[in-house]
């Protein structure tokens, strides 16, 4: 890639992904560097505003630890995660809007009985949630699940917490 200018450089970029075995893979990353080569051009983006970026993203990196996950929560601030999550529902017509289920969502938690206090003497301003699942027709639908988990005073979240 010696003697290239900036449209010739994707191109050549794109050709040095040519035997990735995953043509979905090869595909995605296709996408991505066009997407970014074309972001650089439209904004004539400069070092030193490539050079934030970069240290934005290595530092959103270093904030990560097993029990917290910053590049979700960038997905989310930045509208991807919901972005996905449309793409991928959009036979729902009719339905409730789908959403993701947040950066902080840690999977399976214990079963608790209705009425249930989720709170495990977490001090803060007690929340109550009430819901009902139903098919389109407005039909409940038998043995649905619920899912809740919220932040407690200071903004976090049980997964975020050293004790739990």
């Known amino acids: 890639m010696a003697n290239f200018n900036e ?3 994707t191109d050549e970029v794109i050709r040095s992904f040519a035997d ?3 043509k979905r893979l090869k595909f995605l990353i296709e996408e991505t560097v066009k997407s970014l080569h074309d972001l650089v051009r439209r904004t004539e983006l400069t ?3 490539w050079n934030q970026a970069i240290e ?26 919901m972005l996905v999550d449309a793409v991928n529902h959009r036979e729902r017509e009719g339905a409730t809007e789908t959403t993701v ?7 399976e938690h214990r079963v608790t009985p209705h009425g249930a206090d989720i709170s495990d003497g977490i001090d803060g301003e007690v ?23 919220h932040a407690d005073d200071d903004g976090f979240y049980d997964s975020q917490k050293a004790d739990y």
Not at 59 to 76: A, M
Not at 101 to 107: I, T
């Open 127 to 149: 929340m109550f949630v009430q819901s009902r699942v139903t098919d389109l027709a407005g039909k409940p639908l038998a043995g649905a699940e619920i899912d809740v988990w």
């Open 47 to 49: 070092f030193e505003e």
């Open 101 to 107: 289920l947040g950066p902080f969502y840690v999977g």
């Open 7 to 9: 449209h010739d450089l």
């Open 20 to 22: 990735t075995p995953n």
């Open 56 to 81: 934005f993203l290595t530092r959103t990196g270093q904030t990560c630890t097993p029990l917290r996950q910053e590049f979700i929560l960038l997905s989310d601030v930045l509208g991807v995660s």
